[in-house]
């Protein structure tokens, strides 16, 4: 039951975009479109903010886009704000258990 | 409004038991899977183990197979998790999270607040 794989820490500074990788194999990603994506705050639950590789959920702002190719699955925030600055954890379906997560993304606004 | 509301976690011996419970209301819960997924202080989410709708099929995470079993009463809307044999590094906070499927499809849509279990003698 490995992890995804996502980079430690991404940041940007405010109105700019980035974008967070998140790589799995052919038993999650690569072969299933149930890719999520989820903020978390510090001391707070975590957020769905993007279902099925590329769904936004209602309320979610569309500067939260999710995009998906082969084993790796990406999530991009536009028009980066400071609100945004937050922890990012990416997750798949996968053949041998129903949920992995990724290890998480520290996103900082400079 | 869905909520998920966690209640049982606590201080507890190593080798100990507990069982943490959560409380759904705002949605048909029998039509949903559940999972319970935990994040150790300063660490990243973990999935521990998610049970079906009807609650005839459970999965479990391999670092709790055999101590932790997940359970539902779909009449009461309540998820539980009966903790046993209880180690230090399974001291975290641990979420109730809703799938919108009645079987896992690989999304949380709902989180509750978490419990904090510490497991220290």
Redesign the interface.
């Known amino acids: ?1 490995s ?1 995804l794989t996502q980079p430690a820490s991404v940041s940007g500074s405010p109105g700019q975009s980035i974008t967070i990788s998140c790589t799995g194999t052919s038993s999650d990603i690569g072969s ?1 479109n ?3 994506w ?1 903020q ?1 705050h510090p001391g707070k ?4 903010m993007i ?2 590789v590329s769904n936004r ?1 209602s309320g979610v702002s569309n500067r939260f886009s999710g995009s998906k190719s082969g084993n790796t699955a990406s999530l991009t925030i536009s028009g980066l704000q400071a609100e945004d600055e937050a ?1 990012y ?1 990416c ?4 053949s041998s ?8 993304t520290k996103v900082t606004v400079l | 409004e869905v909520q998920l509301v966690e209640s049982g976690g606590g201080l507890v011996q190593p080798g100990g038991s507990l069982r943490l419970s959560c409380a759904a209301s705002g949605f048909t819960f029998s039509s949903c ?1 559940m ?1 319970w ?1 935990r994040q150790a202080p300063g660490k ?4 521990v183990s ?1 049970i079906g709708g009807s609650g005839a099929t459970t ?1 479990y ?2 670092f709790v197979k055999g101590r932790f079993t997940i359970s539902r009463d779909n009449s009461k809307s309540t998820l539980y998790l009966q903790m046993n044999s209880l180690r230090a590094e399974d001291t975290a906070v641990y ?1 109730c999270a809703k799938d919108p499927g009645s079987g ?11 419990t904090l279990l510490t497991v220290s003698s």
């Open positions: 039951q992890a299933y149930y890719v999520s989820y978390q639950a975590p957020k769905l279902y099925d959920p922890d954890y997750s798949s379906y996968s258990t129903p949920y992995v997560f990724g290890a998480g | 899977a999972s997924v990243g989410l973990e999935w998610a999965y995470a391999d979420y896992p499809e690989g999304t949380f849509d709902s989180w509750g607040q978490g």
